[in-house]
């Protein structure tokens, strides 16, 4: 149980380390008064800063480019970081999208002043742990938290270890990743649904690498035939979402027929579809 439980504080830290700090706002805020070529990068990221860390942007301008306005338009971070944009740059590579989220995240519960009422701790405690849940969406955090399933983090959920600060804000993380890795584990219908948005996105973003001479990803390329696709899919819930999920619901086993049963079924459908078009 002590491993468990310094696995998670060890997570916790990780994902808090990587967001902007006060010394960071800070050094941000002095580059901004001395000006220069990167001044609107650096109004960019000093608003996202405010935001990761709860307060009011500390800048109104008339056109953000990092705001909520803007999305991702289907791309992951490899490809903000080949292309060097303006996310890339203001969270200096790290987690581009997720921070760019967490921020996005943070504005509007700032606007609806949804935490108005809250106490000073419970607000800290609750950006801390959306921060850390949205960060875990990040797929480089994936073999931790299904280490941490797998170590018997579930079982360090009941009794006294639920107090932890650090076990609670890994449940809503695990929960969290559980949630953004699950378009297989819907019923047929949604999850084609969710695979041709997917693949869509894949595909443009393989051209648009092309297009800007960065490196296409091996994953995205080609899928042009029914067997690339229907392998593709089988492959990743065989290797990616099935094993994350069986931990998962472990420990929440009402969710076991729902999920094992709708991620086995488009499984066996995307290999039959694979196979019937070999």
């Known amino acids: 149980m002590a491993g468990t439980l310094d696995g998670a504080a060890a997570v916790r830290e990780k994902q808090l380390s990587r967001v902007p700090s006060e010394r960071k706002v800070a050094e941000v805020q002095g580059k901004l008064q001395k000006g220069g070529c990167e001044e609107e990068r650096l109004r960019d990221q000093r608003s996202h ?10 800048l109104i301008e008339s056109k953000p480019s990092l705001g909520p306005e803007s999305d991702s338009q289907g791309h992951n971070n490899a490809f903000e970081i080949a292309t060097k944009s303006a996310r890339s740059l203001a969270y200096e590579n790290a987690s581009v999208l997720e921070n760019h989220h967490c921020a996005c995240c943070f504005r509007l519960l ?5 935490m108005t ?13 959306a921060r850390i849940a949205i960060l875990s969406t990040d797929m480089m955090m994936h073999g931790k938290l299904q280490s941490l399933l797998q170590d018997g983090f579930n ?9 932890q600060e650090c076990m609670r804000s890994l449940l809503i993380a695990t929960l969290v990743h559980a949630a ?23 595909r443009e973003q393989a051209v648009k690498e092309r297009e800007n001479n960065v490196p296409v990803s091996q994953f995205m390329a080609n899928l042009n035939t029914t067997k690339a696709i229907a392998s593709m899919q089988a492959n990743f819930v065989d290797n990616v979402v099935q094993p994350y999920i069986k931990s998962f619901v472990a420990f929440a086993p009402s ?10 079924t488009n499984r066996e459908r995307n290999a039959k579809l694979a196979n019937a078009s070999a």
């Open 117 to 129: 009422n809250f106490s000073k701790e419970a607000r800290k405690e609750c950006m801390i742990n």
């Open 49 to 58: 800063a405010d935001c990761h860390l709860g307060r009011e942007p500390g």
């Open 180 to 202: 953004d890795l699950c378009g297989q584990g819907f019923a047929t219908e949604q999850a084609v649904l969710w695979e041709e948005r997917v693949i869509r996105e894949f």
């Open 110 to 114: 700032l606007k609806c002043k949804v």
């Open 155 to 163: 079982k360090g959920l009941h009794g006294d270890d639920e107090r």
């Open 255 to 264: 969710l076991q027929e729902f999920w094992l049963g709708n991620l086995q």
